[in-house]
């Protein structure tokens, strides 16, 4: 088994406050040391709590993987194909959901997927895809070279 550490809320704190603090590059760091196997972070397009700094700090601190969650935003997609996280997961984002509320519906994305899926696994970043439990779905993932 494995142990994957989400530090996003972490962040949110931070960014409610104001202030530097927590830092959740700090939080990620402890938990590594304490024998997490991974850390995930979601870069949302409205950068509400992860910012690109956090992720480039991580990037470049952490032993472990590091697990990128994010939409198929242009600007996204091209900060990830920079940073190299060694793994995302493409989730589907709304502006006002407080977290990500169900699956990307990977048929409806088909043809951007086509596209980032491989240019991400080019730069050897494996790559999920965070969908709902049908079959279709989960069907359509594979077909498109989701890891």
Do not use: W
């Amino acid at each position: 088994m494995r142990l994957g550490v989400n530090v996003d809320h972490v962040a949110t704190l931070r960014e409610q406050r104001h202030t530097s603090y927590p830092s959740p590059v700090k939080v990620a760091l402890l938990a590594e040391k304490a024998g997490a196997d991974q850390i995930t972070v979601h870069l949302r397009e409205d950068r509400r709590h992860i910012k690109e700094k956090d992720v480039i700090e991580l990037k470049k601190k952490l032993k472990i993987p590091l697990n990128l969650e994010m939409s198929l935003n242009k600007g996204i997609v091209e900060f990830a194909l920079k940073v190299k996280p060694q793994s995302c997961c493409i989730v589907p984002e709304r502006r006002r959901e407080l977290t990500t509320e169900g699956g990307l519906d990977v048929i409806k994305n088909r043809k951007r997927l086509q596209k980032v899926i491989p240019e991400l696994k080019k730069k050897g970043i494996k790559v999920s895809l965070f969908v709902e439990p049908d079959i279709r779905q989960i069907e359509e993932a594979k077909k498109l070279g989701a890891d």
